[in-house]
């Protein structure tokens, strides 16, 4: 709250008017400090909670693709066992017996 300040007053109220007004503005500031700093508290909590839900989906789906490329590469491998028994089934014939 900002006080009047009479300029015809003698010198020390107006000094004290303007001490009125240095400490509201000081209350003031210290206020809206304190909100600053809780909302940037609250504002850093959520950007931690954010990061870790990246990452743990990041995780996740890491997870899956590793399991993706375990079935695939179980697929490949019984596909070239599969090409290895053929060519043994066809071995016999080729050379001729």
């Given at each position: 709250?900002?006080?009047s300040?009479?300029?015809?007053l003698?010198?020390r109220p107006?000094v ?6 240095l ?6 500031i ?7 700093q ?5 504002l850093?909590?959520e950007d931690?909670?954010?990061?870790r839900s990246?990452l743990?989906?990041?995780?996740e789906?890491s997870?899956?693709?590793?399991g993706?490329?375990?079935i695939e ?8 066992s ?8 066809q ?7």
């Amino acid at each position: 709250m900002e006080v009047s300040i009479d300029p015809d007053l003698p010198l020390r109220p107006r000094v004290t008017a303007l001490e009125a007004n240095l400490n509201a503005a000081r209350r003031d500031i210290a206020a809206l400090t304190s909100v600053v700093q809780q909302q940037t508290e609250k504002l850093v909590a959520e950007d931690q909670r954010i990061e870790r839900s990246f990452l743990a989906a990041l995780s996740e789906q890491s997870r899956e693709h590793a399991g993706h490329a375990v079935i695939e590469l179980r697929t490949a491998v019984l596909g070239l066992s599969f090409s290895a028994f053929g060519v043994l089934i066809q071995l016999p014939q080729a050379l001729g017996a």
